[in-house]
């Protein structure tokens, strides 16, 4: 009798209802009995695993083998959320990278903590013959799938800056996506901005038409990124996450901060096998914007306070258990000398 599995999901509509969806398919492909679960069933049928995807809100039952799905973990709330879930039995965490599963395991225990490759379960796009291969495309194109941010760990301000430099460079870009602001949309870029709802084909038809994909939020990785190594597109994106674990297409370059993002676009643009250009207008238009590319003082990093540089540095995982590990030690060596001081101090006047 084939295994049991009940996917739960707390989240609707976001990234994570779609990897639950790919995680049952892929699950039903195997051979397993696989449910979804709603977590406001309070008396739920008895399943061999419970699989909770978004483990920020998770429920725990007791009477089965509870695996907890671990994104990015950017917030004291959700360390606290992991060393709760750590105390209880039959309980097991997957990672979307080693990187994220390196930095929890000293929270819950090595022995409880899997990495999970993405590509175990999200099915990347079937090109059909019918599709635009982006080799025949003659103007090198960026591509952003991706809706604007305003947080820091989607670091906006470095996407307009790599805007700026690829149009400075002569590349033309796409941004499939919505809420991005004005002074992008309707600034001096060479630039394609689709707003529209997002559709599968849409993103493909854009996918095999660009020179590249670029990505550069700091956070677990981007299904923007795999899709694009299931196509061979070569991307530019964070060094970070399951970027750090997957085979990248030939050219694809990650970076770590802002001086290697200049570096690095660049560089790809230098070295891009589409150095050809669909009009000698296009490319006098190219050699003239090379020529007054974007200056070195402009593309700096903005100097900062050292309070400020301490909150951004605390914005990334490694970081956040680092910082939240020694606050913890701190309070458990200090409660204990605090206790033998009291006893000392007791034992003395008495």
Known sequence: MPKTIAIVTYVREWILDDISKAIYYALSQSGYSVFFHSPNDNHPPSYDYFFHIHYLHAAYYKSSVNIYFVTHVASPNAV???LHLAQLSNVFFVTMSRQTAHAIAPLVGNSRVLSLSPSAYWRGPNLSSNQTSRRNSLT???LIA????????????DLVLAIRIFNALGWRGVIYGQDWPDSITKGPYNLLVDPTTFKYDTYISYMTAATCLLYLGWDEGSMSVLDAVQLDLPVIATSQGFHLDLPLPLGS?????????????????LNSTHSLYSSLSELLR???????????SSIRPRRLHPFDRFLLHVSFIPHVLRVYQLCYTCRIYLGYSLRKLRSAV???FD
């Open 146 to 157: 991706s809706n604007y941010y305003s947080d820091t760990r989607k670091r906006p301000s």
């Open 346 to 348: 007791k034992l003395f």
């Open 80 to 82: 606290d959320k992991l």
């Open 286 to 296: 190219a050699i003239d914007c090379r020529a007054d590319a974007i200056p070195s």
């Open 140 to 142: 090198p194109t960026y």
């Open 253 to 269: 370059l990650l970076v770590n901060d802002r001086q290697s993002l200049v570096y690095s676009i660049k560089s790809f643009a």
